[in-house]
């Protein structure tokens, strides 16, 4: 199943590539204490957050995760 701004954090977080993928663009993410709380946020309902915009997940960087992540789905 391909990646979209509809799917959650908790589905990027539970494929060890997309996991990968997604510290590349914002180191730590994944471990992040935060996370837990997010992880059944849509991705395009945690970029709307202002917080997301101040530690640097934008809609641009989450498409690019988006695109990475999509390249190695089958």
Known sequence: MAITLDSTL????????????????????????????AAGMSLK????????????FTKEVAEQIIAEVNKHVK
């Open 10 to 37: 908790g589905e990027l977080l539970k494929d060890p590539q997309a996991k990968a993928v997604l510290d590349q663009y914002l180191p730590g993410a994944s471990t992040n204490p935060m996370v837990t709380m």
């Open 45 to 56: 309902s945690i970029v709307a957050m202002p917080q997301a915009a101040q530690l640097g």
